[in-house]
């Protein structure tokens, strides 16, 4: 790749972050580490009904949990000088006009058209209005909307994941890109501020494909070179219904997987190989994932996000994790046992804060399952001397098999149950070592610890 990429995350701060957001934002991102370029975070807040303060800062701590760090940043609310002196070269140059339709007249327009099997598109009844006509109409007080004048010719351009792709201009309404109080719909502030900024590649999902056409006809307009494109798949929730910042912030919002627990490197990781042949390879740093990422192989069937996945991905991220790593959260769960423990209990590790309920199961308290009494005694009475090893476990379960006959789940079920007070866990000759004799002995007598 010639030159260096700068590529841009642009959320509108009206509502939590989702899944669906953050593989945006994880794109561009390990697009632009990989290249050495620049990734950029925009706030694309002109909707002042819509976007707040709260929300923008959560985009802020959404992406740091995520360790999306940004080179650039701009808030679209504080450029609108930039915008508006677009907007006046296009007028100027015929390209963006007034219009009066109110939405129930174009509704009945478009309702119209449908039922003389026609395509729904505004028929630039605007462009015929005069100057007395446009004069009359804001004597009854309308104010116009302000459409862009497409070129009904096929624009093409070649996008990194999806090819050849061409939008015929003819086959789409004028774009409104002011509304009737003045405010900038998305598309002008966007536009414009890709070119300022000088973003060289946008990345983004395949619902944005026809606006893509749209938008590469306004960049023209406007006398700059357009970017170059990719658009990827779209990620839908377990029902294959898109996702929303509305409906799927209790479930999919990035503030609600941080707080049930999960890492966020497992998410980078299964958000970057969602939708390519890719195996998902759980890793530890985003320099990894950067090395291992490569756009053309993303895929252009709509993919789903099962939390089922997510689980997975945690659990094989936490296998990694190393011990001075884990040391300082282990800590702050009051579970740091040292790294034997953790080599002992990573392994069953779904959340991390799982630690603590294994440390407890060590130290105590624990309340001890005793089904046969007898079993138990005579499984205290075959404790060897203490000091106890990896190679513990086995000595004592053959000596306790030789003196109950017991075998297979017979002999190790209830031992686990005396011990844990669970039926599922640790490899017990790992455990076992930690918890010692005093403790073993204790609880195979049926006491609480």
């Not at 004069?135 to 351009?157: I, Q, S």
């Not at 866990?425 to 002995?441: F, V």
Request: proline share 7%; with cysteine; glycine share 8%.
């Amino acid at each position: 790749m010639s030159g260096s990429p700068t590529v841009r995350f642009a959320p509108s701060p009206t509502g939590w972050l989702h899944v669906g957001n953050a593989r945006a934002a994880l794109f561009n991102f390990l697009f632009a580490l990989k290249n050495g370029g620049r990734f950029m975070l925009r706030m694309d807040d002109t909707d002042d009904a819509r976007s707040t303060p709260e929300f923008a800062a959560a985009i802020e701590e959404d992406l740091a949990w995520l360790g999306l760090g940004h080179d650039l940043f701009a808030r679209q609310s504080e450029r609108l000088g930039f915008y508006e002196a677009a907007a006046e070269k296009l007028k100027a140059d015929g390209r963006l006009y007034p219009a009066y339709e109110s939405a129930a007249e174009l509704d009945r327009r478009r309702k119209r058209q449908l039922a003389r099997g026609l395509p729904p598109v505004y028929d630039r009844a605007a462009l015929n209005l005069t100057p007395e006509d446009r004069a009359a109409l804001e004597a009854e007080g309308r104010k116009p909307h302000w459409r862009f004048k497409l070129d009904h010719v096929h624009t093409a351009f070649e996008d990194m994941i999806q090819g050849h792709v061409e939008v015929d201009g003819a086959s789409l309404s004028d774009p409104v890109l002011i509304r009737e109080d003045g405010r900038f719909l998305y598309t002008l502030p966007s536009i414009v501020d890709d070119i300022e900024f000088a973003i060289t590649h946008v990345i983004r999902g395949a619902d944005h494909i026809t606006n893509t056409g749209v938008q590469i006809q306004i960049i023209r307009a406007l006398g700059a070179k357009p970017p170059v494109f990719a658009h990827y798949s779209l990620l839908n929730g377990p029902d294959g219904k898109p996702l929303s910042k509305r409906n799927d912030a209790e479930r999919f919002s990035l503030r609600a997987l941080r707080e049930a627990g999960y890492e966020p490197m497992a998410l980078n990781a299964l958000l970057a190989r969602l939708g390519t042949p890719d195996p998902m390879e759980p890793c530890l740093s985003l320099d990894e994932l950067a090395a291992g990422f490569d756009i053309a192989r993303l895929g252009r069937s709509d993919i789903r996000f099962d939390p089922a996945d997510l689980a997975r991905a945690n659990t094989a991220c936490l296998h990694l994790l190393p011990y001075e790593a884990a040391k300082p959260r282990l800590a702050s769960l009051g579970a740091d046992l040292g790294p034997v423990f953790w080599e002992a209990v990573k392994p069953n590790l779904v959340l991390f804060r799982d630690a603590a309920e294994w440390a407890r199961v060590v130290e105590g308290p624990v309340e001890p399952v005793i089904e046969e009494a007898d079993f138990a005694a005579a499984a205290a009475a075959a404790l060897p001397p203490e000091p106890w090893g990896l190679d513990t476990w086995g000595l004592w379960t053959d000596a306790v098999k030789q003196a109950t006959g017991r075998k297979g789940k017979a002999l190790f079920m209830p031992l686990r149950l005396a011990l844990t007070g669970l039926t599922h866990g640790p490899e017990l000759k790992n455990l076992l070592p930690l918890i010692g004799r005093d403790r073993t002995k204790a609880r195979l007598t049926g006491l609480t610890d």
